[in-house]
T-cell receptor, first 115, second 115 residues
Framework: AQSVTQLGSHVSVSEGALVLLRCNYS??????LFWYVQYPNQGLQLLLK??????LVKGINGFEAEFKKSETSFHLTKPSAHMSDAAEYFC?????????????FGKGTTLSVSS | DSGVTQTPKHLITATGQRVTLRCSPR?????VYWYQQSLDQGLQFLIQ???????AKGNILERFSAQQFPDLHSELNLSSLELGDSALYFC??????????????FGEGSRLTVL
C-alpha cells in the first residue's frame, strides 16, 4: 500500500525566507507523487507532480520539489516566501490498489508567512 | 476554477437525517472521487467511480453511498447522520480510470454541519 508522511504540521517563515515542506513516501511500486495547496475556504489546487520523468519538478508560483528515491522523499521548496504563500499544503501519492487511482494524502502542513 | 462543481456549498442538518451532495466533474472527465476532510482525520478517500461504475472504495461508512449517473455527475448520500460526520466533503475528477498521470481536479467542497 502507498502512503505519505508530512513532517511538521505547522511551518512558519519570514517573507523572503526559504520555504521547505517535508514529505516522505512509502510505495511498493515506483510512485506518482503530488503536492497540492489549499487556501482558506477553497478546494485543493495542484502545485506540481512527479511521474517518473525528471527528478526535479517545477510547479506553479515558484515552487519545486525533488524526488529522492534513496531517501524516499519528495520535499517541497520555494527560494523566497511571499505572504500569499500562506496556506495548507498536502503531499499525496497515487494509489494502485484494486485498479483504483485515488490519491492518498498526508495530514497536511500549514505554512505561515510573517512580514 | 477547476471546472468541478459541487452543490450545496454549505449544509446544516440534524442528527439522524439524510443529505445528498452533488458533483459535476470537469467536461470530459470520466472518473469521480469523493473525499472527506476533517480536523482529526485529514483528507480521507471515500470512493471512486469511473464511467458509471464503482472502481475503488476507501474509508467509506456503510451509512454513506454514492453513485455516478449516465451524464457523469455524481451524488454522495449520507444517512443516519451523526455529529462526527460534520466535515468538508470534496469531489474530484480525472480524465481516466487507471491510466494517465493521476492528477485530480478538486471542487470547492460542500461543508456539512450536523447539529
Amino acid at each position: 500500500a502507498q502512503s505519505v508522511t508530512q513532517l511538521g504540521s505547522h511551518v512558519s517563515v519570514s517573507e523572503g525566507a526559504l520555504v521547505l515542506l517535508r514529505c516522505n513516501y512509502s510505495s511498493s511500486v515506483p510512485p506518482y507523487l503530488f503536492w497540492y495547496v489549499q487556501y482558506p475556504n477553497q478546494g485543493l489546487q495542484l502545485l506540481l507532480k512527479y511521474t517518473s520523468a525528471a527528478t526535479l519538478v517545477k510547479g506553479i508560483n515558484g515552487f519545486e520539489a525533488e524526488f529522492k528515491k534513496s531517501e524516499t522523499s519528495f520535499h517541497l521548496t520555494k527560494p523566497s516566501a511571499h505572504m500569499s504563500d500562506a496556506a495548507e499544503y498536502f503531499c499525496a501519492v497515487r494509489s494502485f490498489n484494486q485498479a483504483g487511482t485515488a490519491l492518498i494524502f498526508g495530514k497536511g502542513t500549514t505554512l505561515s508567512v510573517s512580514s | 476554477d477547476s471546472g468541478v462543481t459541487q452543490t450545496p456549498k454549505h449544509l446544516i442538518t440534524a442528527t439522524g437525517q439524510r443529505v445528498t451532495l452533488r458533483c459535476s466533474p470537469r467536461s470530459g472527465d470520466l472518473s469521480v472521487y469523493w473525499y472527506q476532510q476533517s480536523l482529526d482525520q485529514g483528507l480521507q478517500f471515500l470512493i471512486q467511480y469511473y464511467n458509471g461504475e464503482e472502481r475503488a472504495k476507501g474509508n467509506i461508512l456503510e451509512r454513506f453511498s454514492a453513485q455516478q449517473f449516465p451524464d457523469l455527475h455524481s451524488e454522495l448520500n449520507l444517512s443516519s447522520l451523526e455529529l462526527g460526520d460534520s466535515a468538508l466533503y470534496f469531489c474530484a475528477s480525472s480524465p481516466r480510470g487507471a491510466g494517465g498521470t493521476g492528477e485530480l481536479f478538486f471542487g470547492e467542497g460542500s461543508r456539512l454541519t450536523v447539529l
